[in-house]
């Protein structure tokens, strides 16, 4: 008889294990960046991908930057500055990121630089860098106030992972899908895009959510955005059925003016990007099979209270229920059908109720 088989694995094979439940692809990278960015109420951002964010990732933000101390902590494991305990996660959460271990885990298995600087003034810049879960150096540096974050040869460690990498334009369209929800979602931060040396949308922060939509699809499709603009529940004179949503606004498309890929649906709740298979079908309703196997252009801001959603779902699926999926399909249904209908874009139906 052998001695047991079963080990206790080692803290960096760990984090490298971990590392893929967070990190699957460049694009999931960039959108742990990006929402730091945001939590840092940066009101500008450059995103800058090589190779499809294979070879490298960089985002830079003029949001409130760190110190070197912070600097230090943010790439160990669960250190957050977002919450303290999980009464904050209860009570709903705020900010985009707060399980604080995004930087310690894409540290693990890429080579990060981080640059930061506190801003109006609040002391020098550091820059750490960090490769395979180890911090190589630290020390003071020059640069503008906010944090630059740059991830390396991403997977170059974890060589399987590696492999699984689609082509570069692949890799590129998710990274693009991120960074436009993203930009959507914060007209009033001018968030850029640039792949390869080549800039592929930038928007101007001016707070318009048409002139996002403009920036980042063109103008054929900015001019056929029609507003949604649903409140409260019909029962006190709003616009919504009896459900969990409190509000409805954004914009959709023309039924014309339309695309054979789902990907063009940008929808948030409580500003969190997420899919909803109620949703979707709760938008396809309102077209009234106009689109056949087509879908519309929508950017479409849903808010329920903090505690009718749960936000701690896994960093990776961006797919929710609600506790009442049917409620909240015929809200959306409602909403987007209102907005048509005022157009004359869709025949009214039997009068609801
Ligand atoms: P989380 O976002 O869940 O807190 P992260 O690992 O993504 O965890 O980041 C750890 C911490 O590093 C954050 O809580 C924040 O304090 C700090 N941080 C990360 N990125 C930035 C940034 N761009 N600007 C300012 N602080 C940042
Ligand atoms: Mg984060």
């Known amino acids: ?7 206790e694995l080692d803290e960096d094979t760990v984090a490298r294990i971990a590392a893929g439940e967070v990190v699957e692809r460049p694009a999931s ?6 929402e730091n960015s945001l939590d840092a109420d940066a009101t500008r951002i450059d995103v800058t991908v090589e190779a499809g964010g294979t070879d490298l990732i960089r985002v830079a933000d003029d949001g409130h930057g760190m110190s070197e101390a912070d600097v230090r902590a943010a790439v160990r494991q669960h250190t957050t500055s977002k919450i303290e305990s999980v009464e904050d996660l209860d009570s709903g959460v705020s900010t985009l990121g707060f399980r604080g271990e ?8 890429s080579r990060l630089t981080v640059q930061s600087r506190p801003r109006n003034g609040g002391g020098a810049g550091t820059e750490l860098v960090y490769e395979g879960g180890e911090i ?15 991830i390396a040869d991403l997977f170059y460690n974890t060589p399987a992972r590696r492999k699984f990498l689609k082509t570069t334009a692949t890799e590129f ?30 928007t101007t922060g001016q707070g318009d959510l048409q002139a996002a939509v403009l920036s980042v699809y063109g103008r054929e499709v900015a001019t056929a955005m029609i507003d949604v603009d649903a409140e409260g529940e019909q029962t006190n004179d709003g616009d919504l ?7 409805v606004t954004g914009l959709v498309s023309h039924p014309e003016t339309n695309r054979s890929s789902p990907e063009y649906l940008s929808t948030y709740v409580n500003g969190r990007a997420i899919t909803s298979s109620a949703i979707r079908e709760g938008i ?17 801001f849903l808010d329920a209270p903090g505690d009718a959603v749960d936000v701690n779902v896994h960093p990776r699926k961006r797919e929710v229920r609600f506790d009442d999926d049917d409620a909240v399909r015929r809200q959306v249904e409602a909403a987007v059908e209102g907005a048509l209908l005022e157009h004359g874009l869709v025949r009214s139906s039997a009068p609801r109720g």
């Open 284 to 300: 396809m309703g309102a077209y009234d099979g106009q689109l056949g196997d087509r879908y519309p252009f929508v950017v479409c």
């Open 173 to 202: 369209a998710h990274v693009n899908r991120v960074v436009t929800r993203y930009a959507l979602a914060n007209p009033s931060v001018a968030v850029s895009l640039t792949h390869d040396g080549r800039e592929v949308f930038a």
């Open 1 to 7: 008889m052998t001695e047991t088989e079963i080990q």
């Open 29 to 34: 990278a960039v959108k742990e960046l990006v």
């Open 102 to 109: 995004a930087l310690h885990t894409i540290g693990s298995v």
């Open 136 to 150: 190589v150096s630290i020390g003071p540096t020059g640069c503008p106030e906010g944090t630059t974050i740059e």
């Open 241 to 247: 059925p009896p459900g969990p949503l409190e509000s």
